[in-house]
């Protein structure tokens, strides 16, 4: 069974980055095909998709948050990484990783406030 588990800062100030790791277990994030995505949900809005990288390591990102969202990885730890950059209080959300075909972390909470 392959579980994700998101971690860390629960609280961010304003103009810092946000890096966040999804460590995955149960499976590796190189199997042929696979592909682990980013995805936040702000306070009472729905789900964002922000960016994902696949098993061969080539990165998408979401056109409105391109310019701000770097997405890596480390194989021998099997996870990877989100860094989203100049964040500010519309950036507060619960933040998720997922395998979207079938596999989600719990989410994690990031508030920006200073």
């Known amino acids: 069974q392959v579980q994700l588990q998101e971690s860390g800062p629960g609280l961010v100030k304003p103009s810092q980055t946000l890096s966040l790791t999804c460590t995955v277990s149960?499976?590796?994030?190189?199997?042929?095909?696979?592909?682990w995505s980013w995805i936040r949900q702000p306070p009472g809005k729905g789900l964002e998709w922000m960016g994902d990288?696949?098993?061969?390591?080539?990165?998408r990102y979401s056109p409105s948050l391109r310019s701000r969202t770097s997405i890596s990885r480390d194989t021998a730890k099997n996870h990877f990484t989100l860094q989203l950059t100049s964040m500010t209080p519309v950036d507060t959300a619960v933040y998720f990783c997922?395998?979207?075909?079938?596999?989600w972390g719990q989410g994690t909470q990031v508030t920006v406030s200073s």
């Open positions: 997922a395998r979207l075909d079938a596999f």
């Open positions: 149960g499976g590796s994030i190189t199997i042929d095909g696979s592909s």
């Open positions: 990288i696949d098993y061969n390591g080539d990165t």
